[in-house]
């Protein structure tokens, strides 16, 4: 093996900012909240669109290498596009795992968020319609919205209901273009062609799928736009969510902090300020989840009574259920509820000898 390519063992100025004292690999939100580089994949996709609508980029070429050219970069935007959206979900599914740091350790959580599968993505955004406003505070990383006085809780609860529709845009999209994008990456199972009506002249690319099906995906003008501002705004998305959830990881020992960041959908809000918001503690956000998956236990009270004594269930506050799988052992719950619902609001209780719910 060429000696450019060869994996070392140390990672230079990077090690403190990787590493603890002790030469331990940080968790997760320690290092990703500060130092995940939110606006490559913004730069990336910027760069492939102005070699797009660069003509130069074409002189000289066939009509055959033009349309190749052109699919090959329209890919590109698609690839980015999907590969944001899969950054973006892999969060969400790190996020939730924050409540349970007790119960995971910092190596697992790297793990969960490193071998995520695209099961669990697309069932990340097959749920994503579900959830409520506050379900999309805690993804974003904003403070719970019940603690916040009048005037922010308004502001952050318009920002979560606009989050959540957009949320579902990128959902549909990623639903419909994650097939092509795979057919690319494994196999490079794609074919290039064009297309024109009306004068307009699109982007037409065939792909067989995994079940050995011809599909094809048309690309006009405007549907290139949609791919490209989606791919930029993911972008810009996620680094205010890593802003967002850094701000709460710092504050929640002072409890309240007059915040100056992001707010999704409200630019002009964050010009006249959010004033006073108010974080609970770690410690404080699961009493209140806690709480909840109790009401939610009491709402399915027959369903626990038939579940085995000592065995750990787990709740979605969200959708207001309790998931099918339990077990005894806390870590198979947690890895097998995360894989059915990634990203979800899960609240993991054990069934006492008397039939009730009690801390794991």
Same mark, same amino acid.
């Given at each position: 093996?060429?000696?450019?390519?060869?994996?070392?063992?140390?990672?230079?100025?990077?090690?403190?900012?990787?590493?603890?004292?002790q030469?331990r690999?940080?968790?997760?939100?320690?290092?990703?909240?500060?130092?995940?580089?939110?606006?490559?994949?913004?730069?990336?996709?910027?760069?492939i669109k102005?070699?797009l609508?660069n003509?130069?980029?074409?002189?000289?070429?066939?009509?055959?290498?033009?349309?190749?050219?052109?699919?090959?970069?329209?890919?590109?935007?698609?690839?980015?596009?999907?590969?944001?959206?899969?950054?973006?979900?892999?969060?969400g599914?790190?996020?939730?795992?924050?409540l349970?740091?007790?119960?995971?350790?910092?190596?697992?959580v790297?793990?969960r968020?490193?071998?995520?599968?695209?099961?669990?993505?697309?069932?990340?955004?097959?749920?994503?319609?579900?959830?409520?406003?506050?379900?999309?505070?805690?993804?974003?990383?904003?403070?719970?919205?019940?603690?916040?006085?009048?005037?922010?809780?308004?502001? *952050?609860?318009r920002?979560?209901?606009? +989050?959540?529709?957009?949320? @579902?845009? &990128? %959902?549909?999209?990623?639903?419909?273009l994650r #097939?092509?994008?795979?057919?690319?990456?494994?196999?490079?199972?794609?074919?290039f062609?064009?297309?024109?009506?009306k004068?307009?002249?699109?982007?037409?690319?065939?792909?067989?799928?995994?079940?050995?099906?011809?599909?094809?995906?048309?690309?006009?003008?405007?549907?290139?736009?949609?791919?490209?501002?989606?791919?930029?705004?993911?972008?810009?998305?996620?680094?205010?969510?890593?802003?967002?959830?850094?701000?709460?990881?710092?504050?929640?020992?002072?409890?309240?902090?007059?915040?100056?960041a992001?707010?999704?959908g409200?630019?002009?809000?964050?010009?006249?300020?959010?004033?006073?918001?108010?974080?609970?503690? *770690?410690?404080?956000?699961?009493?209140? +989840?806690?709480?909840?998956? @109790?009401? &939610? %236990?009491?709402?399915?009270?027959?369903?626990? #009574?038939?579940?085995?004594?000592?065995?750990?269930?787990?709740?979605?506050?969200?959708?207001r259920?309790?998931?099918?799988?339990?077990?005894?052992?806390?870590?198979?719950?947690?890895?097998?509820?995360?894989?059915?619902?990634?990203?979800?609001?899960l609240?993991?209780?054990?069934?006492?000898s008397?039939?009730?719910?009690?801390?794991?």
């Amino acid at each position: 093996m060429s000696d450019s390519f060869r994996i070392i063992a140390t990672t230079g100025p990077m090690e403190k900012v990787l590493k603890d004292d002790q030469g331990r690999l940080l968790s997760f939100p320690a290092v990703m909240y500060e130092f995940y580089s939110w606006d490559a994949r913004i730069f990336a996709v910027e760069q492939i669109k102005r070699i797009l609508d660069n003509p130069a980029t074409f002189n000289g070429l066939s009509k055959e290498l033009r349309d190749k050219l052109r699919g090959i970069l329209v890919l590109e935007l698609v690839a980015k596009f999907c590969e944001s959206s899969e950054d973006l979900a892999a969060f969400g599914i790190a996020f939730a795992t924050e409540l349970y740091m007790d119960a995971l350790g910092p190596d697992e959580v790297w793990k969960r968020v490193a071998e995520y599968e695209t099961g669990d993505i697309v069932n990340f955004y097959r749920d994503i319609t579900l959830r409520g406003a506050d379900y999309f505070a805690n993804l974003h990383g904003y403070p719970p919205l019940q603690l916040q006085e009048d005037n922010s809780r308004m502001i *952050l609860f318009r920002s979560c209901k606009q +989050l959540a529709g957009y949320m @579902g845009t &990128v %959902a549909q999209a990623y639903m419909s273009l994650r #097939e092509l994008h795979n057919a690319y990456k494994h196999g490079m199972r794609v074919f290039f062609g064009s297309l024109s009506e009306k004068g307009i002249e699109s982007i037409a690319i065939a792909y067989v799928d995994a079940d050995a099906n011809i599909k094809a995906v048309n690309f006009p003008p405007e549907s290139v736009e949609e791919v490209y501002t989606l791919g930029v705004q993911l972008g810009k998305i996620l680094g205010a969510f890593l802003q967002w959830h850094s701000i709460r990881i710092q504050v929640t020992k002072k409890g309240s902090i007059s915040v100056s960041a992001p707010v999704f959908g409200h630019g002009s809000d964050l010009d006249k300020g959010l004033g006073m918001l108010f974080f609970p503690t *770690l410690s404080e956000t699961r009493a209140t +989840l806690v709480n909840e998956a @109790g009401k &939610v %236990a009491l709402e399915h009270e027959a369903e626990v #009574e038939k579940i085995d004594r000592g065995h750990i269930i787990a709740v979605d506050i969200d959708a207001r259920e309790i998931l099918a799988f339990h077990s005894p052992n806390l870590r198979d719950v947690i890895f097998e509820s995360f894989k059915a619902r990634p990203g979800a609001r899960l609240v993991f209780r054990r069934i006492t000898s008397d039939g009730k719910v009690g801390p794991y």
